[in-house]
């Protein structure tokens, strides 16, 4: 009988709970409003031609790199985040090797690192989430190959000082260190100035968040030329559609529409913060676009925030996020929807003060 490898047997499945999604999508940290115009204006330009033909990604990596002040040969284009992730997990980790991450994070690190066959190795985040950079130095080993760190981090928006990973980067050069910038346009702090410096750095960004594209599927993986070269080696030549490689410039060269949109989650953060305080709800400040909540009956939240029309997530059962959503935010109107409804659920199931709507 076909079986197959042992660690694809064991692994866990990651089913996003999309089916439905009807009302305003606050549960996935994407934009809530949608990509820059000038994409949906190539997007209709679009030839026969350019589906036919196989994607030409070299092109637009070195127009990207350009725009980054970095040489091509630093950057792969890649199917998202979760593709670059995945394809760090190919190329450096064998069966047995471990590979580290801090939890509560992302969870697809854990799901591609199993999938390799690597022992993962969690390390809880300190009080309040704070990144345990002692702890990660403490349980590195001869057998260490990866270590992902999302920066800022989901589901709780706090941030590793950029001094703690420039610390691992050094004292561990056999080890990859991903540093995943999804966030990075709602935080603004990078590691990428550093890349120079470390030769076993990567830095990760996507298009899914702030630019509005999850549905094309694009991201990047930035990390030393040769490394790269090996990373090369297990990617597809054609990971990146067509599609997207024609959005991508577009994208890129709108940074207006970014710079508004980031300016709008930031103050939209801020309001549905203070909300919190004022309600007496538990929350950590976030330098992403979501916040992450301690509400108590999470379930019985998300359903009556549902009823209301809005989408949020349900992160009770990450580590150390007993009680907790994580909810995404967008510009004002959508921040004025959000508020309101808190107020009724809060008031529906009793756990607030009230939420104050400025
Ligand atoms: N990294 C982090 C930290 C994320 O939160 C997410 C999306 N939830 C991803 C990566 C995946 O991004 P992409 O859509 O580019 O695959």
Known sequence: MLRSREAVRTLPSYHPPLAGRDGL????????????????????????????????????????????????????????????????????????????????????????MMAAGARVISVPAGKDFQFPGGDVCNQITKRTRLIAIANPNNPTGTVTPLEDMRRIAHSAPHVALLVDEAYFEFYGQSMLASRNEFSNLFVARTFSKAYGMAGLRVGMLVGEAEQMRAVRRVSSPYNVNAVALACLPEALGDQAYIQQYVREVRESRARLQRALEASGIQFWPSHANFVLARVGAAASFVESMRRRGILVRDRSGDHGCEGCVRITLGPREHADRLLAALQETFEELGIAQGVPRR
């Open 25 to 112: 999508r606050l549960d996935f940290n994407e934009n809530t409003v949608g990509c820059s115009p000038r994409v949906l204006e190539r997007l209709r330009q679009l030839s026969p031609d350019q589906l036919a033909s196989y994607p030409e990604r070299e092109p637009v990596e070195a127009a990207v790199a350009d725009i980054l002040g970095i040489a091509a040969r630093e950057l792969l284009l890649t199917n998202g985040v979760d593709e670059a992730i995945h394809l760090l997990c190919e190329t450096y980790l064998e069966t047995g090797d471990e590979a580290l991450i801090v939890v509560p994070t992302y969870s697809m690190y854990r799901i591609y």
